[in-house]
RNA sequence: GCGCGUCUAGCUCAUCGGGUAGAGCACCGGACUUUUAAUCCGGCGGGCUGGGUUCGAGUCCCAGGACGCGCACCA
């Protein structure tokens, strides 16, 4: 990032600080090659995690010494002492652990190259076991390396980097910094495994689908566009996976699924990232219920995996809670008798709920949801049967033809996943594109756009199938406790900001 | 997009009714062979940007920027 003139070059906000603290690691970066010493070399083999160490010797006594040698790597987190011995702590991925340099060890030259070194450099050290007088478990350095000089100053060593734009701008600052945020990317990482590892070991094949489609679907949402040169055409960046992947279930690929970022042109907010990790699974000869039984068991096993502890309860059967019977526990509307814009309108002014007047039927009902129902869903819960106007991929409800085949399942007040009975009766499909058509036309920016080409994929006959979109970041934030996806997310959209120094 | 709030040293934070801004960590120099927020002595370093009011502005006013929170938008 910062070339060496860009002190120079851009105003320095912080004044004569920040200039001198590079300095001063310029002058040492200069004069350990002046030593001959190579300030970044290639490699470093045969590194063992501190926390195998760690593990290795958890029953060695206070002020015993341990008949084994260690080969470490990591990051100069703090020193103690200087003049013939000192402390400090390196700090790697698995932990930190205590290093003790002797003069008598490693003779005069090397421990004061040693304890010259700053914070935030990139060390290997050989050492042997002992377990100081205090308790604690520590490697006497017998042999140590510089691995890589850093030229900035690293986070404060007691309180990491607190200012959330650094943190979030400079996400290896935080990384390096925060122990809680290097643990929480590493929940992430085994969330995503037990998410793959349920779907494969259940048959499922996972598959890639284009980003850059021709036309967008699959959800309501405002997409991206961007332009192919060669083609000279405009594509979009998908906002779901969804029409692709059901035809691969025409194509009889039968249980599908897959793991990758959609992208929504709409706001930011504490559970919207404009690019954002989805999971979508399709089964074939299942419906609905199917899904939701095998949705139940993933985020279970995830939870598992990623050791969550909270006051959720994510073992299945979770709770299951129609629609229409949720909107009237809360608020004593039955949308269905108010099957008309009006009437709910009516309903929803006389008892005193605000009314969007540009809103359709299908939107109020969405706001009684988003305002009355959702933040009530705390447990694991799938709200199912959902009125079809707002649903045009779902399968018409076995029972009842106003609804469809749908649930959306939520967790801590936020929706993590939907899914339905997908609807594979061609000519249903496209009615219903028609109607989203006319909504378009009418004005709703993010109707579905009609596409032919799908419906020739049904028309060659799709099985029953059930499918299943989940938000990964979302289930991150639960299965974490964060209640921001910016905190699960490793680099979230920011807004444009004039390069200045950090 | 709207409203409210925040912005002080590289980092973490103080301070004041408008009158020459402090600490800890880090950094520089020195002491120290079991420290662990090591300690001790000495040193370096600062008011987001641009206007305005005022004898004097980090402090009051205006505009801009970034960030935070809420709202709007949001399968």
Request: hydrophobic share 40%; charged share 30%; no cysteine.
């Amino acid at each position: 990032m910062a070339a060496p003139d860009d002190e120079a070059t851009v105003p320095t906000p912080g004044g004569e600080g920040l200039p001198e603290l590079l300095a001063a690691r310029r002058r040492k970066l200069e004069r350990l090659r002046a030593e001959g010493i190579d300030p970044f070399p290639p490699e470093f083999d045969g590194v063992v995690p501190t926390a195998d160490v760690r593990a290795a010797h958890e029953d060695l006594a206070d002020g015993a010494e341990a008949d084994a040698r260690y080969r470490v790597a990591g990051r100069l987190a703090a020193r103690r002492g200087g003049g013939k011995a000192a402390f400090l702590d390196l700090v790697d991925r698995s932990g930190r652990i205590q290093l003790h340099a002797r003069v008598d060890v490693l003779g005069q030259a090397s421990l004061d190259r040693l304890v010259g070194l700053d914070l935030g450099d990139l060390i290997g050290v050989d050492g042997t076991v002992f377990r100081s007088r205090r308790g604690e478990l520590s490697l006497r350095v017998e042999d140590w390396t510089l691995l890589a000089k850093s030229l900035r100053p690293p986070p404060e060593k007691h309180h990491g980097v607190q200012d959330v734009e650094t943190r979030l701008r400079h996400r290896e600052l935080d990384l390096i910094g925060n122990e809680d945020a290097r643990a929480r990317f590493v929940t992430r990482a085994r969330i995503v495994s037990a998410l793959r590892r349920g779907l494969d070991e259940a048959g499922f094949v996972e598959v890639e689908t284009p980003v850059l489609q021709p036309l967008y679907g699959g959800a309501n949402a405002r997409p991206f566009t961007t332009h192919h040169n060669a083609l000279d055409r405009e594509l979009f960046l998908r906002i779901a996976p969804e029409l692709y992947l059901k035809r691969l279930i025409v194509g009889g690929l039968e249980r599908v699924y897959e793991l990758g970022k959609d992208f929504r042109n709409e706001g930011v907010s504490h559970k919207h990232n404009p690019e954002f990790t989805m999971l979508e699974f399709y089964e074939a000869y299942a419906d609905y219920g199917d899904v939701a039984t095998r949705t139940e068991q993933l985020v279970a096993a995830a939870a598992g995996a990623a050791g969550y502890a909270g006051e959720l309860d994510f073992t299945p059967p979770w709770r299951r809670e129609t629609l229409t019977e949720a909107i009237r526990s809360r608020t004593g509307i039955d949308i269905l008798a108010a099957h008309d814009r009006d009437a709910l309108a009516a309903a929803m002014a006389a008892r005193g709920l605000t009314v969007p007047p540009e809103d359709t039927w299908a939107q109020l009902v969405d706001e009684l949801v988003s305002k009355h129902v959702e933040p009530t869903l705390i447990q694991p819960t799938f709200l199912t049967d959902y009125p079809v106007e707002l649903s045009p991929l779902a399968k018409r409800h076995r029972d009842d033809e106003r609804l469809v085949e749908r649930w959306e399942a939520y967790a801590q007040g936020m929706e993590l996943a939907n899914a339905f009975t997908e609807l594979n009766d061609p000519d249903e499909q496209r009615r219903r594109f028609e109607q989203q058509r006319a909504d378009a036309a009418a004005g709703d920016a993010e109707a579905q756009p009609y596409d032919e080409s799908f419906l020739q994929a049904l028309e060659q006959g799709m099985p029953p199938t059930g499918g299943v979109g989940l938000g990964v970041d979302r289930l991150v934030m639960v299965l974490t406790g964060q209640r921001t996806i910016r905190e699960v997310v490793l680099f979230p959209a920011m807004r444009d900001e004039g390069e200045t120094a950090r």
